[in-house]
């Protein structure tokens, strides 16, 4: 038929897949594409549930309240994610404004550049970590921001996709590395890190109870045979804390999964987050403008702690003239349509 000028080729057809509603992450192909598909997104929006390979920014008014951009100011995220908040930043500096926005995830960060390119010069985006600000600055010609804001959330992007590791919910390699080019995957570290060592990072970045028998577990099992995928780490987390899957998950309708506190401490100390966070607090003061704020969104009792003695340290030898009295938290509308965002802390300062 493709021969016949009168009956041009037809296009391949969409590949099918059993069921009306896929469950897999890349047989979601109306949730990979939400510009095609924006009522399918809405919908799954108000079934509380994030599209896949979306992010849905969290707390975005009180950001924006807190940080106050206007038309013209200089501003800064250091974790650009979707652009979610990088959008809001946008719509407010211009006329005369700019954002900068830093990223370690390549594949991310050329997408979310794809989608602010509307912005046109106004908007650029750099692959780097916080510690970038300073070398942003000086390539730019700038003598600083007016606006800092980093959230400290892993994206759902990188949550959701199996093929990065992050989440005890699906089967996938144990790596979640955030930048590629890190030298160690979790893998790395759950087959070279001592007992005392994983039980340490279980306690202190997971805030794990069971962190001496998970550490224990995760150190006998190696012995037998290498933990590689997401599905192996949770079996040995269920194990230590004597529980069945199948018998938990029927019993269970709501509440933290076992395993939940583990892959944070592992993901946190994969990427060394506290570490970079540690070098944004520091620079911080240094690449403001006078009057100019900083807003950092955390997910971590350990991140927030932080984020709070920084914060106070500043307003005692100078470097911050106000800071939040109080935490800013996301309002109960939205941790009802968007529960990812249930432990988030708005923490601000303005120098």
Known sequence: MSDDPGNPPRPPRRKRYA???PRRFDQRYKELSPEKYPELVEHVRQA????????????????????????GDV???????????????????????????????????????????????????VRGNFAGLGKA???EGLDGFDVIFADLGVSSMQVDDPRRGFSYKHEGPLDMRMDGRLARSAADMAASLSREELSQALRELGDEEDHQAIAAEIVRVRRERPIRTTGELVDAVFRAKKLNRRRWREQTEEGLHPAARTFQAMRILVNDELGSLRQLLRLAPYCLRAGGRIGVLSFHSGEDRLVKQAFREGLRNGDYAQAADEVVRPTA??????????????RWARK
């Open 137 to 139: 600055l000086a390539a």
């Open 333 to 346: 509308g939205e941790v009802h349509s968007n529960p990812r965002s249930s432990s988030a802390k708005l």
């Open 75 to 125: 501003a800064a995220d250091c974790t650009l994610g979707y652009g979610g908040h990088a959008e809001g930043f946008l719509k407010r500096v211009l006329p005369g404004g700019r954002l900068i926005g830093f990223d370690v995830d390549a594949e991310h960060l050329e997408r979310t550049a794809q989608r602010l390119e509307g912005f046109g010069e106004a908007f650029k985006a």
């Open 19 to 21: 069921g009306t509603h």
């Open 48 to 71: 509380g549930r994030t599209p896949a390979g979306t992010h849905v920014p969290i707390m975005v008014a009180e950001v924006m309240q807190a940080l106050a951009p206007a038309p």
